[in-house]
Every structure is written in structure tokens, then in C-alpha cells.
């Protein structure tokens, strides 16, 4: 008998295990494969990581904290993990060389937190479910569930191989093969997303760094691309690269790699992935040089079709879909994993409250469903926007701050959240998270929601032929230009900057000092509340930390020693 059941013992399902169980909850995990085992999920994004430090806080498990920035992970966890210091895009045309100045990098802090992460996700996966049973938690593999029934006393599920477990609660965190989703036909079909996309992906080694590749700086950029996650885009569709072999002292010689094509524009011939990726490279010679010496280490997989599904809803009496078995839109921006940790906060408070009334009514978990859906419709709408901003560079180029204003915001969000927990441990200060606008990338900003409505219609009317791409862009930088909410820090009004700065430590100081002093009061109020003074103590503060952390300590002499390129 356990209170609660969770079906996947991957990221979600073993870190919401080890949350229950660590609050000394009956757990159980089941998942039909075993580890170690490929998984896809590989980029880390700063809600994400901050994610992870709130439930390291919020539950005293500094396990989760040692995933969340590089430095925890390369001396706490695996050295096989990449390192991640920029999202970078590199706009190509089909036939043509890529232009030099069609390119946009998102540069992300060596500060504070440190470097984010390219997570090997097999390492990753391993250890987390060897964290959830150090807390309690029970674990058993290779077990496929064969039946579930729901009743008013519990839950009773039996394996396939006849092996029968009782719960109060059922958590799905397994994929696109969902027991529950399959159980209680919750799929949509077809699926409501907008976006339409199939993939392609596989793991390399002998992947150039891009930087290599080309006129040697030709793009003037305060990172390398090996880097970081890099994109390369093109119309409707884009190709990750993601090295696991970029940080100091590379153990793991592997480059992940993704193709994702629009379906509408190019569907699925039903040939061999390998040779549709040879006939991609072929169509770009920018792109076919970084792989001109590559190779694959295991076999490619394949969609086939659409990667995007939905569900009509994902709670009901005694259960919740979570993870990617609610739903998913493809790995561009990398949201999946930032949702999930998202959900996870929720639903753990959620379960431990239930758990001690003995009430795991479905009114409990309703938000949770409607925060799950209005995520995803929000991520459907710039990544949707992203294949439509594709045809154009001059689109591309006002949609991609689209998104850093989104994400960037989220960001401060969360980091504002945070701090005022670690000031008054009050978990009711965590539900700030998610309202008032539920769902939203920055849900404290009512400026931001009518920004982001605004520029979906915009990208949108493109899609429908109502607009043009140079008039749609014309629309976005317009609406960019009167966004008083948005740190100037950052450059994002001009077309001709191509990269949004370089995260020093005057970088962080002219942010704090703008969000303090200069910020419209809404801004000033959800993003930096409380004194400027002590906003401004605290940031040295944090700073001071991370100069003396140890877990950085070789990585910021291996950032001191690596030659950047130059920014005018």
C-alpha cells in the first residue's frame, strides 16, 4: 500500500518522488524500461535551474541544487554534462553561404548561479532516481502496468507480469504512451497546438565547433557557439547542436544533434533519417561544414510525424498527468523541462496536503490542470511564432526578443519569488510563481500579457496572409520600442544589435540599479520588491558567494583562459 504511485522514473517522476517521500509519503515509482537509458531533454534554461533551487529550498533536498548550474553538476554529479553559456541562432538561406550579420545570441550569466548545463541525460536520469530512493522512495524497473482501476477507496493497479500495488494516488509522468491518457482516452485529436513540426536526432562525435567554421569571426558575438545550445534556423523548420564536450577537462566526446521541419512545408518521405539528414547538409553548405568529419555513435531516431499531442484534461479523481505525458510541443526554447519543474512545486503541495486530509478530490488539482494548459497554449505560441518568423531574417530578428523578453522576465520572476521565501519560509510566498496570470512565461507583469497578446496577433496575421513579414516586423520592434517594462540593459529596440550583452559584473549592477530605481512601479514592485538599498546589499552579497564558491572555482579559470570573441 503507498500513498502515491508515479508511473516514469525519469527527471519529473524522480524528483517529485523524492519530494513525497522525503515528507515521509509511501512512494512508489514504476517505470517499464530501466536506467541508464537515452532520454531527450538535454538543455537547461535559467527557469529551469532556478526551479531547481526552489525545490531544494522549499524541501531541503540539496540534491536537486547540485543540478541546477554547471558547477554543481561537473563536481557533484557526472563530468560527462556540457557546458551552457549562450542559446545561439544563425539564420541560413537554402544554397547560399550564411550572411554574416544574420545571427542573434542569447548570452547567459557566468554570475551568480553559474554557467547553465547541457545535461547527458543518461547520468542525469541515474542519478536522480538513486536520490529518490536514498530519501525512502521504492523504485522497481522493467514493469509495464497492464490495468488501473479508480475507486472510491483507492487506486489498484497490476503489472504485466502480474504483480499487484495499491495507492490513494496515481501520478503519470511517462510520455506520448500514456497509461492514464490511453486509459481515459484523454488525448485531442488531432492535437490543438498550432505549432506542427516532426524531428530527427541522434548523437554524434567529430562535430565541428561552429566557430571554426566559415571566415574566423565573422559573427561578432561575446561567445563562442561551442558554447552554448545552438540553433541553426531556416525557413520552418531549425537543427540543435548540443555539445556535451565544451567545458573544462571533456570527458564525454559527444555532440547531441536535432532536425525539426515544419511537416506542412517538408513532411515525411519515409526514407532513412541518416539520408534525410545527408540531403538536408547538402541544401546548406554552412551548416553541412560543421558536420563535414561527423559521425553517428548511436542509431537515428525518427517521429515520423507530428511531435505534438495534447490532452483534454490532465486530473481527474486520484490522478494527475504530468511531464510529457500531459502534452508537448517540440524541444525548441527548451521549455518541457522548465514546465515540469513548474508543476512538480505545485503538485508535491498539492499531494501533501491531500495525502494528510485523505482528500484527492479532483477540485483540488483544478488549477494545476488549468496551469499545465495555459502553459502549453503560451509555449505553442512562440514556437509556433518561431517557424512563421522563420521565412524572414528581419521577422526572425524582432520575434527572437519576443522571447528573450519572455523568458528573461519569467526569469526576474522567479528570482524575486525566491528571495522573498528564503526571507520568510512561508510556502504560500511560492504560489506567486504561477499568478495572477496563470500560465503565463512572467505571470506578475499585467503590461507583459497585453505585450505578448499583441505580438502572437502580429506573428499570427503573417501565418494567415494578412500581414507581410517586413510590415510584421516593422509592428514587433514597434511594439518592443513602447515596452517601458523591458530592462534597456539589453539592447533590444535596435535591429542592429545582435546579441543581448555580456553579463558582467556592471552588466548585473546596471539591471539591479535600472529594476530599483528607474523600472515602471509595477515592474519595481513584482520583480524588485523591497528596499533598493538592501536589493542592492544582497546582489553584492550573492555576488561575493559566487567568487568564493568552490564547485566554480576551475570553471572560472577555464572561462578566464577561453578567447571570446570580440564585441564592438
Not at 190 to 198: A, E, I, L, V
Not at 293 to 310: E, F, I, K, L
Not at 362 to 369: G, S
Not at 371 to 387: C, M, P, T
Request: proline fraction near 5%; include cysteine; hydrophobic fraction near 40%.
Amino acid at each position: 500500500m503507498f500513498d502515491v504511485v508515479i508511473l516514469g522514473s525519469g527527471m519529473a517522476g524522480s524528483i517529485l518522488g523524492t519530494i513525497l517521500a522525503r515528507n515521509n509519503a509511501r512512494v512508489l515509482i514504476i517505470d517499464a524500461s530501466k536506467h541508464p537509458r537515452f532520454a531527450i531533454g538535454e538543455s537547461t534554461v535559467r527557469e529551469t535551474t532556478k526551479m531547481l533551487s526552489i525545490l531544494a529550498d522549499r524541501f531541503d533536498i540539496p540534491e536537486f541544487k547540485y543540478i541546477s548550474g554547471f558547477g554543481g553538476v561537473m563536481h557533484k554529479v557526472t563530468p560527462n554534462c556540457g557546458l551552457k553559456r549562450n542559446f545561439g541562432f544563425v539564420y541560413h538561406r537554402e544554397g547560399e553561404q550564411q550572411r554574416p550579420n544574420e545571427f542573434y545570441q542569447a548570452v547567459i550569466p557566468d554570475a551568480f548561479e553559474g554557467p547553465e548545463a547541457h545535461y547527458f541525460r543518461q547520468d542525469i536520469d541515474s542519478y536522480l532516481v538513486n536520490v529518490a530512493i536514498n530519501y525512502g522512495a521504492t523504485v522497481i524497473e522493467s514493469t509495464r502496468i497492464a490495468n488501473i482501476d479508480f475507486t472510491e477507496k483507492g487506486v489498484y493497479l497490476e503489472s504485466a507480469q502480474g504483480a499487484r500495488f495499491e495507492a490513494e494516488f496515481v501520478v503519470d509522468a511517462t510520455g506520448y504512451r500514456s497509461v492514464l491518457a490511453n486509459k481515459f482516452d484523454l488525448r485531442e485529436t488531432p492535437s490543438r497546438f498550432k505549432t506542427y513540426s516532426r524531428s530527427i536526432f541522434t548523437h554524434m562525435i567529430g562535430v565541428k565547433p561552429y566557430e571554426e567554421c566559415g571566415t574566423p569571426g565573422m559573427h561578432n558575438v561575446p561567445r563562442k557557439w561551442s558554447q552554448g545550445t545552438l540553433h541553426h534556423c531556416f525557413d520552418r523548420g531549425w537543427l540543435w547542436v548540443i555539445p556535451f564536450n565544451n567545458g573544462p577537462d571533456p570527458q564525454n566526446p559527444i555532440v547531441s544533434v536535432g532536425l525539426q521541419l515544419d511537416c506542412r512545408k517538408s513532411p515525411n518521405q519515409n526514407i532513412p533519417p541518416a539520408e534525410e539528414f545527408k540531403n538536408f547538409l547538402s541544401r546548406y553548405p554552412s551548416i553541412a561544414e560543421q558536420f563535414e568529419n561527423a559521425t553517428p555513435v548511436r542509431d537515428w531516431v525518427s517521429t515520423g510525424d507530428r511531435v505534438q499531442y495534447s490532452s483534454k484534461r490532465t486530473i481527474g479523481y486520484r490522478y494527475c498527468l504530468t511531464a510529457h505525458a500531459t502534452g508537448a510541443l517540440g524541444p525548441l526554447y527548451s521549455r518541457g523541462l522548465a514546465l515540469t519543474m513548474s508543476t512538480i512545486l505545485a503538485l508535491a503541495e498539492e499531494l501533501l496536503e491531500a495525502i494528510k486530509e485523505c482528500d484527492f478530490s479532483e477540485q483540488r488539482l483544478e488549477w494545476i490542470d488549468q496551469f499545465q494548459q495555459l502553459s502549453l497554449n503560451n509555449i505553442d505560441s512562440l514556437v509556433a511564432g518561431s517557424y512563421i518568423a522563420w521565412q524572414s531574417f528581419d521577422l526572425w530578428n524582432a520575434w527572437v526578443r519576443v522571447w528573450f523578453i519572455s523568458v528573461t522576465l519569467g526569469y526576474l520572476n522567479l528570482q524575486a519569488v525566491h528571495t522573498k521565501y528564503c526571507l520568510t519560509k512561508d510556502p504560500k510566498t511560492l504560489k506567486k510563481i504561477y499568478l495572477p496570470y496563470l500560465g503565463s512565461f512572467c505571470p506578475s507583469i499585467k503590461a507583459y500579457q497585453e505585450f505578448f497578446t499583441s505580438a502572437v496577433k502580429t506573428i499570427d496575421a503573417v501565418d494567415a496572409g494578412e500581414l507581410a513579414t517586413s510590415d510584421a516586423a516593422a509592428q514587433l520592434f514597434k511594439l518592443i520600442e513602447e515596452a517601458d517594462f523591458v530592462p534597456p540593459v539589453f539592447k533590444l529596440k535596435d535591429p542592429e544589435t545582435r546579441h543581448c550583452g555580456n553579463y558582467d559584473y556592471d552588466h548585473w549592477l546596471d539591471l539591479v540599479k535600472w529594476g530599483n530605481f528607474y523600472s515602471p512601479k509595477e515592474v519595481k514592485e513584482k520583480l524588485f520588491p523591497g528596499s533598493p538599498d538592501e536589493n542592492l546589499a544582497n546582489f553584492q552579497k550573492h555576488y561575493e558567494e559566487y567568487v568564493k564558491n568552490p564547485c566554480l572555482e576551475n570553471i572560472k579559470q577555464f572561462l578566464e583562459n577561453t578567447i571570446s570573441m570580440q564585441v564592438v
